[in-house]
């Protein structure tokens, strides 16, 4: 099987560099992603946002759109001056830009299951978006996809694989 077999290609949801992370966060909660594709206006793949993009590193484990949306909702950037006032102000209205990464793996459509599986256990990724050779967005595939593959099989199509020696 290849990826082809397994992708989403239709109604793929994705987002620009331009869209605030507050949307990007909620887009995702509400479809119930691992991350989104951001694209140019030609369809270009041009960068990736997963979940763990919108948590920061730092020791108090702060969901960025959460705060940010918070900041907004509050006030609070009415009421800080000066350098503090720039930093929140960044949080509050930081782009998908700030936050995508540009370096991420990808696979084109024919690309082989096998081969994808070990692109999600090597490279941590997930999801992985999928190209085409001018690296427009085609699909996107997530491990999701491959466990709801592994749950179509019943036991009497898996029983010919009893049969096959090593």
């Keep these: 099987m290849k990826v082809k077999d397994i992708m989403t290609s239709k109604n793929l949801v994705t987002v620009t560099k331009d869209t605030k992370i507050t949307e990007v966060a909620r887009l995702i909660y509400e479809h119930n992603f691992n ?51 720039k930093s929140l102000k960044y949080i509050a209205f930081a782009n998908a830009e700030s936050v995508m990464k540009v370096a991420f793996p990808t696979v084109n459509p024919e690309t082989p299951l096998t081969e994808l599986i070990k692109i999600f256990n090597e490279k941590m990724a997930n999801p992985v978006p999928v190209v085409d050779e001018q690296n427009r967005l085609v699909g996107i595939v997530a491990r999701s996809d491959i466990v709801k593959l592994i749950g179509k099989f019943t036991e009497a199509e898996l029983d010919f694989l009893k049969e096959i020696e090593d």
């Design 35 to 85: 991350g989104l594709p951001v694209i140019a206006n030609d369809n270009k793949l041009v960068g990736l946002i997963t979940e763990m993009d919108l948590i920061s590193n730092d020791s108090l484990g702060i969901h960025i759109p959460s705060f940010a949306k918070l900041l907004i909702d509050l006030n609070i950037l009415s009421q800080v001056k000066g350098k503090d006032k």
